[in-house]
Nanobody
Framework: QVQLVESGGGLVQAGGSLRLSCAASGRTFSRPAVGWFRQGPGKEREFVAAINWNSGRTNYKDSVKGRFTISRDNAKNTVYLQMNSLKPEDTAVYYC????????????????WGQGTQVTVSS
């Protein structure tokens, strides 16, 4: 079992920044990658970014490249998503996900999810 707890969401104006955190616990070694997904109002859940715990390899959704940065702190078992230049279309519930290397390679979600954190960007 892997437990994931997100934090850091909130309300921000367009152009602002937020940093999300995902604290992982349990058998984290069983899932080599962690990623972020989001689900906006009336939309399907979509891949945002992912990182491999060991190699640090990353992958991003095209629309967030250059604005979002995913990073990890292995000592704290925590993954971060720094979001800059936020846009109203970034408004969504953001979910942390733990999975296999395919999560980084092609955004395929793993089987462990956090509870989600709301990000709202006002125009």
């Amino acid at each position: 079992q892997v437990q994931l707890v997100e934090s850091g969401g909130g309300l921000v104006q367009a152009g602002g920044s937020l940093r999300l955190s995902c604290a992982a616990s349990g058998r984290t070694f069983s899932r080599p990658a962690v990623g972020w997904f989001r689900q906006g109002p009336g939309k399907e859940r979509e891949f945002v970014a992912a990182i491999n715990w060991n190699s640090g390899r990353t992958n991003y959704k095209d629309s967030v490249k250059g604005r979002f940065t995913i990073s990890r702190d292995n000592a704290k078992n925590t993954v971060y998503l720094q979001m800059n230049s936020l846009k109203p279309e970034d408004t969504a519930v953001y979910y942390c996900n733990a999975g296999y290397n395919s999560l980084v390679a092609n955004g395929r979600p793993g089987d462990y999810w956090g509870q989600g954190t709301q990000v709202t960007v006002s125009s």
